[in-house]
């Protein structure tokens, strides 16, 4: 028995780990399936508002505790592996599709699905080792990632705190407007907060938002560098033709594939 669940390790850290082109086709098939749970916690909150329907979330919780218990398996420290940040994730948002059957669908748990867009950062590290314009684009895919991110957690918490507050707020749609209007400052007036608590959360809306705003901004129009630290000074960010270190001179090597003439 000990050496059919050896196997069955192996096997699954192969899937999970491996290089081969069938672990790469399997890792991509579980982003795509993060991404579709992703589109779906977030149009289901549009459409059926007051979650009537039940069934798709019992079998989305199904795959993804299948998922955590392969992945668990396949890691060596599985311990660790099962108390690190995106696992509990994961297993708060199993618990959230899984509640219903139990208890009723309160409110709050349109929050803790949203949590599933941390995979968002599982699929960075995929596209950075399989992808050669990513590599390219990375820094200006994560700042875009993290804001989207913020926009879609907010929106939740808009609309979960102010649903019932707010006549404006009537569902999703509602909240992701009102969060990307405060966000980008414009403030059309026609939804606004009068209660203490949707107060202060349109202030770190405000405060958070900008300064994603503004990191994004600046990711996309700063000039292309390529990231190898110096030896000598420790400058990581250099031009891709460098051959010296602009602080202290250090001759660099930067790696590079070249171009045929």
């Given at each position: 028995?000990?050496?059919?669940?050896?196997?069955?390790?192996?096997?699954?850290?192969?899937l999970y780990f491996g290089s081969t082109?069938?672990?790469?086709?399997?890792?991509?098939?579980?982003?795509?399936?993060?991404?579709?749970?992703?589109?779906?916690?977030?149009?289901?909150?549009v459409i059926d508002p007051d979650r009537?329907?039940?069934?798709?979330?019992?079998?989305?919780?199904?795959?993804?505790?299948?998922?955590?218990?392969?992945?668990?398996?396949?890691?060596?420290?599985?311990?660790?592996?099962?108390?690190?940040?995106?696992?509990?994730?994961?297993?708060?948002?199993?618990?959230?599709?899984?509640?219903?059957?139990?208890?009723?669908?309160?409110?709050?748990?349109?929050?803790?699905?949203?949590?599933?867009?941390?995979?968002?950062?599982?699929?960075?590290?995929?596209?950075?080792?399989?992808?050669?314009?990513?590599?390219?684009?990375?820094?200006?895919?994560?700042?875009?990632?993290?804001?989207?991110v913020f926009i879609f957690v907010v929106?939740?918490?808009?609309?979960?705190?102010?649903?019932?507050?707010?006549?404006?707020?009537?569902?999703?749609?509602?909240?992701?407007?009102?969060?990307?209007?405060?966000?980008?400052?414009?403030?059309?007036?026609?939804?606004?907060?009068?209660?203490?608590?949707?107060?202060?959360?349109?202030?770190?809306?405000?405060?958070?938002?900008?300064?994603?705003?503004?990191?994004?901004?600046?990711?996309?129009?700063?000039?292309?560098?390529?990231?190898?630290?110096?030896?000598?000074?420790?400058?990581?960010?250099?031009?891709?033709?460098?051959?010296?270190?602009?602080?202290?001179?250090?001759?660099?090597?930067?790696?590079?594939?070249?171009?045929?003439?």
């Amino acid at each position: 028995m000990q050496n059919g669940f050896g196997e069955l390790q192996r096997q699954l850290h192969k899937l999970y780990f491996g290089s081969t082109r069938s672990s790469r086709a399997w890792r991509f098939s579980l982003l795509a399936f993060d991404l579709v749970t992703i589109a779906y916690f977030i149009v289901s909150s549009v459409i059926d508002p007051d979650r009537l329907h039940h069934g798709l979330d019992y079998a989305i919780a199904v795959v993804l505790i299948l998922d955590l218990v392969g992945r668990s398996i396949a890691e060596r420290r599985w311990v660790k592996h099962l108390t690190s940040f995106t696992s509990i994730a994961d297993l708060v948002v199993i618990v959230s599709l899984l509640a219903p059957a139990f208890l009723e669908n309160f409110a709050f748990l349109r929050v803790v699905r949203m949590l599933r867009l941390l995979r968002s950062y599982h699929l960075l590290r995929e596209l950075r080792d399989g992808s050669r314009w990513f590599k390219q684009n990375e820094e200006i895919i994560q700042s875009a990632i993290n804001l989207v991110v913020f926009i879609f957690v907010v929106t939740a918490m808009v609309f979960v705190i102010e649903s019932d507050r707010n006549e404006d707020i009537n569902n999703y749609l509602d909240a992701l407007y009102f969060t990307v209007t405060t966000l980008t400052t414009t403030g059309f007036g026609d939804i606004t907060m009068t209660d203490s608590a949707g107060r202060l959360l349109t202030v770190g809306i405000m405060i958070f938002g900008v300064a994603l705003f503004l990191r994004l901004v600046q990711t996309i129009f700063r000039p292309v560098k390529v990231h190898l630290p110096c030896p000598d000074c420790g400058l990581s960010r250099h031009d891709p033709d460098a051959v010296h270190c602009k602080h202290c001179g250090r001759t660099l090597n930067i790696p590079t594939e070249g171009e045929w003439n």
